[in-house]
């Protein structure tokens, strides 16, 4: 039997926006402290205007991208505020969701 490895409580924010507001939102995180994120392409999708793929494009422009948050609860309202500010002219999707890590000191 192996010890159990503890974890701790964060919060996941995914920001889903098109590549070329990626450097701004990048850049107001960076304002905000925030001290790590992932940015993942977006392959292909399905929304309120139906479906969307990368193949074919020759530009940033109408290609998404994922940027991958994790932080302390206590620090949400802080991020997400100034985030939305950011995106609500935007097309973009912001989702926040519980997590759990195994290094807190990460985070």
Not at 14 to 35: F, H, K, Q, S
């Amino acid at each position: 039997m192996t010890d159990a490895i503890p974890t701790y409580k964060k919060k996941r924010l995914d920001v889903i926006v098109e590549a070329p507001i990626l450097n701004r939102l990048l850049d107001l995180l960076d304002r905000l402290g925030v001290t790590g994120y992932t940015v993942v392409p977006a392959l292909a999708g399905r929304g309120r205007e139906g479906s969307w793929s990368r193949a074919g494009l020759v530009s940033d422009a109408g290609q998404m991208v994922l940027v991958i948050v994790v932080l302390d609860e206590s620090r949400i309202p802080a991020v997400l505020a100034p985030v939305y500010k950011l995106l609500q002219r935007q097309i973009g999707i912001v989702t926040i969701s519980d997590v759990e890590v195994v290094r807190k000191e990460h985070f």
